[in-house]
């Protein structure tokens, strides 16, 4: 199976500067394990694959290790390639996604602009083991929308955070970071 593929660096006017993206137009979906292996294989923070619909084209996006709801970088990179390599025509792109609804690309001499679904975050409860994770500090608020939002009182609370990264399942391979490089 042949399937062409592109690399892009979108947010930069440098070579191997700003965030880089594969690009993979499709003719038509692969099964999602195949896609899933060839973002693995690429190992980039994320691949974009894409399928020509009408006027417009369907897109998704994987990291190396599982399917994102939106990817605007890579996005940008799709919509690069569409314009310098795959001979778009128009100066506007819709991509349709499933999670991030239909996104516009346009295009102005020789930048791109998109405006991003709005993902408001709400207050929640602090989930177990968040406080425990990020040092023990108590956070004046806890906010989510796809990600969490934890909002403390100044700049000096921030600093004095000790946060634990450990893999899941995985405690003996915990590591504190005591040295504060924020």
Same mark, same amino acid.
């Given at each position: ?7 892009? /660096? ?16 499709? /003719? ?28 417009? !084209? ?8 599982? &399917? ?26 819709? !991509? ?50 796809? /990600?969490? !939002?934890?909002?403390? &009182?100044?700049? /000096? ?26």
């Amino acid at each position: 199976m042949a399937i062409p593929i592109y690399q892009a /660096d979108a947010f930069t006017d440098k070579l191997f500067g700003g965030n880089p993206a594969a690009i993979c137009p499709l /003719d038509s979906w692969l099964p999602d394990d195949i896609m899933q292996q060839i973002a693995k294989e690429n190992n980039l923070a994320e691949t974009a694959f894409f399928v020509k619909k009408g006027k417009g !084209f369907l897109l998704r996006w994987f990291t190396p290790e599982y &399917e994102i709801d939106l990817c605007g970088h890579a996005t940008l990179a799709s919509a690069h390639i569409l314009f310098t390599e795959l001979a778009y025509s128009d100066d506007t792109i819709h !991509f349709e996604t499933v999670k991030a609804g239909t996104l516009i690309v346009k295009k102005d001499g020789d930048k791109y602009s998109m405006d991003f679904p709005s993902r408001p975050p709400i207050p929640i409860e602090i989930p177990n083991g968040l406080q425990e994770a990020l040092g023990g500090k108590q956070p004046v608020a806890i906010l989510r929308s796809r /990600d969490y !939002f934890v909002v403390y &009182e100044n700049e /000096d609370d921030i600093l004095e955070l000790g946060p634990r990264f450990c893999r899941p399942g995985k405690v003996r391979y915990c590591w504190h970071n005591s040295y504060r490089t924020w």
